[in-house]
């Protein structure tokens, strides 16, 4: 019972504020306590899992019909679903003070609801529902408290990653209509006959790549996060990545073995290539959200690098690349958010010398930079060495080409570190559009509250991996069997 | 055999009319003659088949019924067409398009 | 040959007489008597076919009614015209393709098929016995669709006044 | 006896509590910051003291990957090299500690640099007690990150911001060589814990060894600044020199050096790998030497020699005598920290650092010129001091195992003891030719100086017992250590005599050697190519992520939504407003319709 | 005449058309309102008396003819409901105008032959109701009046003409070949054993006087004109009662009765051939409409399309082609109720996207009304809409034509280009016109209808979620 709460809760916030949004006091209380109330529920299902070990599931039944609602809560799903009830109070409390507060708080929380839903899901169907379930707010997000050219990223957003769900949708009717078991997701998924496991799995991958996202398909992620508001671009970037890769372990993975095992080596140059693909990109931006978004791209390389490998640790590395860029992205879009919000731009060469005006800024800044770009002792660098150890045990010297990313990684990050904490106070601290230079107030407590509880666990998580990796051992263990190659 | 082709030729003249008089009214004439051949056709092919003389009967009476009413209601269309616009050439319409 | 067939063969070749009439002419009083043609043969065949029920309504509801309406109003467009009424038609070789395909098409397909009927005679009753009885549903929706054809053309022709 | 994990764990508790506490109590939160370094230094030595008995305490490791198949774990112990290791570190540390009580006292974020500071000893500890190479990995970059936020401490220089960052980024190409000699190993022996790794070596592949090997060397070039990765170390003369003394010259830049020590039996089977270590070291021996030759920054002088030492003790690994590699690393740590702190105290005093505008200050500052004068003559190799011993052990050792090489470190110690003594002359004799008065630096920077001359001079005679604790040969190869002793002894003499008429003696040295001249002070292009590079690829990421990304990845899905908008209005124009095309369309498509189905039902 | 006849046989229609007497009786007395209530109840009544009967009475053929009894007459009962919504959303239109009540006859009368077309299984009755749903659809785009109006409906006419003679020249064969026999139960099995040709083209021509009825490729060039230029209530009508009684027709007579022949196996190329064209025509059509009335009367024929396909698919294509009508009518009246409901918030609203610009903000009931219909219509999950593309898709897939699920897929995808403007024009556009001080006023009953078909397409889109497909839609089964 308690997983339909973890979905249930911010639903029913959402509705909530989005009838009695008028008031701001009142969508704020709404929206924190249906936040945090998801939490504690995400709490107690981690608690509950750590200890028993094996699944939790539910499955809502009405005198006997077959009902598509059937959650169910492994080690694959629980620390993502922990990430996201997370990421919800952070993005809840990073838009403390948007306009139209009421309708943007429900939003928010319908996307936490969607995304749990795809997270917990135990059913095919209602996976895709909830996978397109979560793109309805994201669109209405963007649209609506987006910047200059939202309608367009709004729009792109949605055809973009619609058209590669709509092909999923019929991998994953072709995969019931196969399979034979009904929509249902059992316990031990059992392949479907090798002949159309190829089929299907590259019909999955079209909608599953283009969320993660995957090299030739990313063009979509930039756009989306520049014109996202703050609490969007978190929640993005912090979980709807993550479907992706999910949807991989959790579908691909198990119902697709064979042509998994074949299509690894081109999912691992597709993770190489995003590895150093978007490390470049990022070197040449001037706009920080796209930066973030282009280092997004690279770090859920090392995400697909790690599933591709299909070792137990390969898994885990990319279990904690995702758990951790969630941290990390999402502290990163918070600040830049929060610098906007002062700044008013976005350019990062209006600032510098933020560590004098700004110090408790650019010291949140600096660290959540050096943990983007791996350093061991914070969150990145036990995902991203799992996934490339990982990776070369199973592919070789090819993996090589990933180096030339991570020196990349160092490359932007320190780029941006240097453009906007480095330096001179810039005489140019008065915003873009000509308004009086706002004395830059540093970080108040709110926005502590966010940052720092973020700081401390990619801290905790960088120095012990096992805070995750335990709780996802079984299931990804199994997987990796399943995978075919178990090292 | 004969009344095949007749209803035949028939019915591909009425097709003929309605694709080419650019006179609103001259095409619903086109639509008499073609509701008219098929009526005879379907009469002559169900009673060649063995076909009860009363069913094939009804059947035809209720569709030169209808047909009248179409030839009405579309009579109805030119003339309301025809008195706004003072045109019943078919193609000097050209309003509504894209 | 028998006496049947010639009586069908004649007034299939006065319907298709007529049709042709009605589609090549330009002049309107000629277009007009070709239609009338046509709807008398129509009316033929179906006596010749034994059912004199039917010759008789196509009488009355074509010839009267709506040979009359297309006179009328072909009358009454041309009312302002000044020299002698003219019917325009703009020949298309497209147009031609399409219909000479129908024509194939039905031809070729029913030829073969479609032998004529030999005659016999179904008397008014017996067709009021199936209009009442197996087919009463089909009669009460005619009823239905001559009230709906009724509203119809008051909707539309009264479409021009408040608009 | 002193726990391993309070040596690991009291620094960083340190460096958040200086931190912390902020600028009010710094003046005394910063002695805390020796608590790091003295805990280093007492354990090593107590387990330096007891080494007979037991090599080292059981190594507490706990696992960090758990798999079906295999963990990762990470540990930390002290043998030997580690105790030894702790020992320079703690003293060294202790030192700069010290000496930054005077040099960083009216600096206004001292909390931020006593707290990097005791970061930075607890990382090098780490590095160094580390009994799993993932464990070295962590402590290895975190070394990397506090060298980055030290060199840009003053970051509102920019040109220090862009030297950190440089630094970090060079040493981050080495850093991955290391990851995937690490990833290498996993695959192949299965444990990534360094004495099972080295346990397994006899079972791998030749190939697979010297790879290995190969890969690691990378990344202790990167780290030791080995040509080709040591344009980072001139420019983080940046930062301030206290760390300048500690991380570019005795500990980080060490840590290379101690990585190959510790793994090597990887290097001992793999002959072609020792061959590339020793070219290379001697190539950056002499090549840095040559160049600190006319550097007139008193910093850049003791940074080229710094790489040059390094060159020297790589030369001697690749000789195969690890050991004169490791007692010259020790001895190095002593005399050039020294050194610096002296050039840090004459910058302090003098307020310059060009040897150019220096001159007289002997007299003006007579225990750091002593003090000078003994880490001097110390790298010049000459007798009875500490480098001497140690550099005879490695040019004897090279000697013997290549000729040629040995050679060309012949001439790299002339050279070294030519431009020591040529900074000695500008320095501090003649008359000051800078602005102002020189002044003696305060007691709390004088007395570091003392210790480090003292160790610097007395290390010497630690060489035997140190080739007894490691089992190298002990004693000296007479002829070598004369020959030596002449030739450095020559060089010090005409540097010191060549250098009477003070700088002019550059520009007619520059006359006579022309663009050799010229080209060694330039460090022959080598960093001002990588640095151009650098530059060209971040403009040519800026285009291309215009140019590729935006326009053709981006520009195929925007051309695919001009294909359905194209083809869109294709059918939109099928809508013409015809009612006889409208009809046409509805016969031809019966006729069409009908033909399909005749045909298809044939 | 035996008046035994079970309720659900002939109730259900007589409500309708005696609703629709009284309210001509009224109209003369020259008390539009009440004539326009009068219908509405008819309407209402029946659909309500239809859905209570499909679930209490055996199914049944009333008069040999007449199918009734659970989908037979639960498809018709929410074709009157979806009429007495159109009603009640025009009812100020109508009770204004002068031919108001005519037009909202013509509707009650239009879903009564939409139940003719659906129940009876007979030749004479499919002719019948094929052209009384030809002759109210005239009428109703004519009845709005304007000139563009009129000429839409001139044109549909013309089209009209040809498609009703081909039907009837299909009809007498199809009369013919079963000797006579108009009956569908009994003259299908004679159907199958009889010479293969002019069975065949008996076959094209039925399926092109229903593609024609259901605006299908190459037979659409009618509607965008009509949806565009004919009032919204009347285009909500014409775009969901009339295609939902054709498209199920269809499924019987091909599925189940005259052509299921092995005979007749090309059945399904063919109906691929017009399905596919009219995904496509329809969906990229769709794309550049600036007229949302016109962009929708594109959609209509882009969603046939998946109905074809539906059909197309075989025996699991019965239960995809149920789901999928009923889910695309309650969708396209939403839709078009929702414009009807826009005109009165904007009376100065021009048709057009831009001239949407920022409703949602002045009316946000509005705003949700359009975007649940337009999601629905995509085929978004949470809405009614996806368990009818679910369907289609499982259905094609399940005789593995895989191209085609892509092609369905893919014609959904670009769909969203049109859906999608609307929604962003809605809310993300800034209305340039400032709307407070316009004469606008919140909405009135088409917001109201608006909404409530917006509540049923959730409910519709959720509660399978809950309860599994069967159940919510075993109601409509045949």
């Known amino acids: 019972m308690t997983l339909a709460l973890l979905i249930a809760i911010p639903l029913a916030g959402a509705l909530v504020s989005a009838v009695v949004g008028r008031s701001t006091a009142v969508a704020r209380i709404i929206a924190l306590a249906a936040s945090l109330g998801t939490a504690g529920v995400a709490a107690v299902v981690w608690q509950a899992y750590a200890s028993s070990a094996e699944a939790l599931t539910y499955e809502f039944t009405m005198d006997g019909a077959g009902s598509f609602l059937r959650l169910a809560a492994d080690g694959l799903s629980v620390p993502l679903v922990a990430l996201t009830a997370l990421l919800g109070i952070i993005a809840v409390l990073a838009s403390w003070n948007v306009e139209r507060i009421g309708t943007h708080m429900s939003l928010l929380l319908a996307l936490e609801a969607a995304v749990i839903g795809v997270f917990l899901a135990a059913d095919l169907i209602l996976f895709y529902v909830a996978w397109e379930a979560v793109l309805i707010p994201m669109f209405f997000l963007i649209g609506g408290w987006g910047h200059e050219n939202r309608r367009y990223a709004a729009m792109k957003f949605f055809i973009y990653t619609f058209a590669g769900s709509a092909l999923m949708l019929v991998g994953l009717v072709l995969l019931v209509v196969l399979g034979g078991t009904g929509t249902g997701m059992p316990a031990t998924p059992l392949p479907i006959e090798p002949a159309s496991q190829t089929l299907v799995f590259w019909l999955l991958a079209a909608g599953l790549l283009v969320k993660i996202p995957v090299v030739p398909l990313h063009t979509w992620l930039p756009d989306a996060h520049v014109e996202a508001p703050t609490a969007g671009s978190i929640m993005l970037a912090g979980v709807l990545l993550k479907m992706g890769a999910y949807g991989i372990a959790r579908i691909s993975i198990p119902y697709t073995p064979d042509a998994f095992a074949a299509a690894a080596p081109i999912l691992a140059a597709l993770g190489v290539i995003g590895i150093v693909y978007g490390a470049a990109m990022a070197l040449g931006q001037c706009d920080l959200k796209r930066l973030v978004a282009y280092s997004s791209v690279a770090h859920m390389g090392f995400v697909v690098l790690g599933l591709a490998s299909g070792t137990e640790l390969g898994l885990q590395g990319a279990m904690l690349g995702m758990v951790s860029h969630g941290l990390v992205a999402g502290l990163l879009f918070f600040l830049v958010g929060a610098l906007y919000e002062r700044a008013h731009t976005r350019d990062i060469g209006a600032f510098g010398g933020l560590g004098v005006t700004l110090p408790r800024w650019a010291t949140i800044f600096v660290v959540a930079s050096l943990a983007s770009l791996g350093l061991p002792g914070l969150s990145g660098f036990p995902g991203e060495f799992a996934s490339v150890v990982a990776g070369f045990g199973r592919f070789g010297f090819v993996i090589a080409v990933a180096g030339i990313g991570i020196v990349l990684a160092g490359a932007y990050t320190l780029r941006a570190v240097r453009l906007v904490v480095h330096g001179e106070p810039a005489a140019t601290q008065a915003p873009a559009d000509g308004l009086q230079p706002a004395a830059l107030r540093d970080l108040d407590a709110r926005e502590l509250l966010i940052a720092v509880p973020l700081v401390a666990l990619i801290v905790a998580l960088g120095i012990w991996p096992r805070l995750v990796t335990d709780i996802a051992a079984a299931t990804l263990g199994a997987l990796a069997s399943l995978a075919g190659t178990v090292s | ?98 | 040959m028998s006496a049947n067939d010639l009586a069908l063969a004649v007034t299939v070749t006065v319907m298709v007489a007529g049709a042709a009439g009605t589609v090549l002419t330009s002049d309107v009083p000629r277009l007009v008597i070709s239609l009338g043609t046509f709807l008398l043969g129509v009316a033929a065949a179906f006596l010749v076919m034994g059912s004199p029920l039917l010759a008789v309504s196509q009488v009355f509801v074509y010839v009267g009614g709506v040979l009359v309406l297309v006179l009328f109003a072909l009358m009454m467009v041309r009312r302002s015209g000044d020299e002698k009424p003219k019917v325009a038609t703009r020949h298309d070789l497209g147009a031609a393709v399409i219909a000479l395909g129908v024509f194939v098409l039905l031809a070729a397909v029913l030829g073969p098929v479609a032998a004529d009927p030999t005659p016999v005679v179904t008397a008014p009753n017996e067709v009021g016995a199936i209009l009442l009885g197996p087919s009463l549903v089909a009669f009460e929706l005619v009823g239905v669709l001559l009230l709906a054809a009724l509203l119809a053309v008051l909707v539309i022709v009264k479409g021009g006044e408040d608009s | ?602 | 005449m035996d008046l035994a006849l079970p309720l659900a046989a002939w109730l259900v229609p007589v409500l309708v058309v005696g609703g629709v007497v009284l309210g001509l009786v009224a109209d003369a007395l020259d008390r539009r309102p009440s004539a326009i209530v009068l219908i509405a109840l008819g309407l209402g009544g029946a659909s309500v008396a239809g859905f209570v009967l499909s679930g209490s009475t055996q199914p049944g053929i009333a008069m040999g003819v007449l199918a009734y009894g659970s989908g037979f007459t639960a498809l018709p009962a929410l074709g009157y409901g979806l009429a007495a919504l159109a009603v009640i959303a025009g009812f100020r239109r109508y009770a204004t105008a002068d031919r108001g009540p005519g037009m909202a006859a013509l509707i009650a009368l239009g879903s009564v032959f939409a139940h003719a077309l659906l129940a009876g299984l007979d030749l004479i009755v499919l002719f019948v109701s094929l052209s009384g749903l030809a002759v109210v659809a005239y009428a109703l785009v004519a009845g709005a009046g304007t000139r563009r109006a009129e000429e839409s409906a001139v044109r549909y006419f013309v089209q009209g003409t040809i498609a009703s003679g081909l039907t009837l020249y299909g009809l007498a064969l199809v009369f013919g070949l079963t000797g006579g026999d108009a009956s569908f139960l009994t003259g299908s099995s004679a159907l199958g054993s009889v010479e293969s040709r002019p069975a065949l083209l008996a076959l094209a021509l039925v399926l092109s006087a229903f593609a024609f009825k259901l605006g299908a490729f190459p037979f659409h060039a009618w509607v965008p004109d009509a949806y565009e230029n004919a009032d919204s209530t009347s285009a909500a009508f014409l775009s969901s009662v009339p295609k939902l009684a054709a498209l199920v027709a269809l499924l019987v007579i091909v599925r189940g009765t005259l052509f299921q022949a092995d005979l007749f196996a090309s059945a399904t190329s063919l109906l691929v051939a017009i399905g596919v064209g009219s995904l496509l025509f329809g969906s990229f059509g769709m794309v550049r409409q600036q007229s949302v009335a016109r962009l929708l009367g594109y959609s209509g024929i882009a969603q046939v399309g998946y109905g074809l396909l539906a059909i197309s698919s075989g025996d699991a294509g019965i239960q995809a082609t149920i789901v999928f009508i009923v889910t695309y009518a309650v969708g396209a009246s939403a839709a078009f109720i929702a414009l009807e409901a826009v005109g009165r918030v904007r009376p100065e609203w021009d048709g057009t996207r831009a001239g949407m610009a920022g409703i949602a903000r002045r009316s946000p009931l509005l705003g949700v009304a359009l975007t649940v219909a337009m999601l629905s219509l995509t085929g978004i999950p949470l809405f009614a809409g996806f368990w009818g593309k679910l369907h289609v898709f499982a259905a094609l897939l399940s005789n593995d034509s895989v191209v085609l699920a892509i092609v369905a897929g893919v014609a959904a995808v670009v769909s969203f280009g049109g859906y999608g403007s609307v929604i962003r024009a809605a809310y993300f556009e800034d209305s340039n016109v400032n709307d407070d001080e316009t004469v606008g006023e919140w909405g009135g009953s088409p917001l109201v209808v608006s909404i409530v078909l917006a509540l049923a397409i959730l409910a519709l889109g959720i509660v399978p979620l809950l309860t599994g497909i069967s159940r919510v839609y075993a109601l409509f089964s045949l």
């Open chain 4, 1 to 602: 006896m002193m726990p391993l994990w309070f040596v690991l764990v009291a620094p960083i508790a340190v460096a958040l509590v200086i931190a912390a506490a902020g600028r009010g109590p710094v003046r005394y939160t910063r002695w805390l910051a020796l608590v790091g370094p003295v805990a280093a230094a007492w354990a090593g030595a107590e387990r330096l003291a007891d080494a007979g008995r037991e090599t080292g305490v059981a190594a507490e490791a706990v696992s960090w990957f758990v798999t079906q198949t295999g963990s990762i774990d990470v540990g930390a112990s002290a043998d030997p090299i580690a105790s030894i290791m702790l020992v320079v570190v703690g003293v060294v540390a202790s030192m700069v500690v010290v000496f930054s009580f005077g040099y960083m006292a009216e600096d206004a974020s001292q909390p931020r640099y006593f707290a990097l500071l005791s970061a930075f000893t607890a990382a090098m500890t780490g590095l160094v007690l580390s009994t799993s190479l993932v464990g070295l990995f962590i402590a290895w970059e975190l070394v990397g990150a506090c060298s980055y936020l030290l060199i840009g401490f003053w970051f509102t220089k920019p040109s220090a911001a862009r030297a950190a960052v440089k630094a970090f980024l060079v040493t981050r190409v080495g850093d991955v060589g290391l990851l995937f000699a690490l990833a290498l190993l996993w695959r192949e022996t299965g444990t990534l814990v360094t004495a099972d790794v080295l346990a397994a070596v006899p079972t791998l592949a030749p190939a697979t060894i010297t790879t290995a090997a190969l890969l690691l060397f990378v990344g202790a070039a990167g780290k030791s600044a080995q040509f080709p990765l040591h344009v980072w170390l001139p420019d983080a003369m940046e930062g301030p020199t206290p760390v300048s003394a500690l991380i570019h010259a005795a500990t980080m830049v060490a840590a290379g050096v101690f990585l190959l020590a510790r793994t090597w039996p990887l290097f001992e089977a793999s002959e072609t790998a020792r061959l590339v270590v020793l070219i290379i070291g001697t190539v950056t021996a002499l090549g840095a030497a040559t160049i600190a030759v006319p550097q007139t920054d008193i910093k850049r002088v003791l940074a080229y020699s710094t790489i040059s030492q390094l060159g020297f003790m790589f030369a001697a690994l690749g000789a195969g005598a690890w050991v004169a590699a490791f007692f010259h690393l020790v001895t190095h740590a002593a005399f050039k920290s020294l050194l610096f702190l002296a050039s840090g105290s004459v910058i302090h005093g003098s307020g310059t650092q060009d040897l150019r505008e220096m001159g007289g200050l002997g007299r003006a500052m007579p225990v750091t010129a002593a003090t000078w004068a003994v880490g001097v003559a110390a790298l010049a190799g000459l007798p009875p001091l500490a480098g001497f011993f140690s550099k005879d052990a490695v040019l004897d050792a090279v000697w013997v195992h290549a000729p040629v090489a040995g050679a060309a470190l012949f001439i790299a110690s002339a050279l070294t003891a030519f431009y020591s003594f040529r900074a000695t002359r500008l320095a501090f004799s003649g008359t000051f030719r800078g602005a102002g008065h020189p002044h003696e630096s305060p007691l709390v920077m004088k007395v570091p100086l003392v210790v480090l001359a003292v160790l610097a001079a007395t290390l010497g005679a630690g060489s035997w017992w140190f080739a007894e604790l490691l089992g190298g040969h002990a004693g000296l190869a007479i002829p070598i250590a004369v020959a030596s002793t002449i030739i450095a002894g020559l060089s010090a003499v005409a540097g010191w005599a060549l250098y009477k008429t003070g700088p002019a003696a550059d520009d007619r040295l520059a006359g006579a050697l022309g663009g050799l001249w010229r080209a060694a002070a330039g460090a022959y292009g080598i960093d001002a190519l990588v640095m151009r590079g650098a530059a060209a690829s971040e403009r040519g990421a800026a285009t291309a992520s215009e140019r590729f990304d935006t326009r053709l990845v981006d520009g195929l899905v925007r051309g695919i939504a001009w294909l359905a908008r194209r083809v869109g209005r294709e059918f939109n124009e099928l809508q013409s407003g015809e009612s006889q095309l409208y009809a046409a369309l509805v016969g031809a498509g019966a006729v069409l319709l009908a033909s399909l189905a005749l045909w298809l039902g044939r």
């Open chain 2, 1 to 98: 055999m004969i009344v095949a082709i007749g209803c035949a030729a028939a019915f591909s003249l009425g097709v003929y009319a309605v694709l080419t008089r650019r006179d609103v009214i001259a095409i619903l004439a086109g639509a008499e003659l073609m509701l008219g051949a098929a009526n005879v056709q379907l009469v002559a092919f169900a009673l060649s088949r063995g076909g009860d003389g009363a069913v094939v009967s009804s059947f035809a009476l209720i569709v030169l019924v209808i047909a009248a009413a179409e030839a009405a209601v579309g009579m109805a269309l030119v003339v309301t067409a025809y008195r706004r616009t003072r045109r019943t050439l078919v193609d000097e319409f050209g309003e509504v398009s894209g």
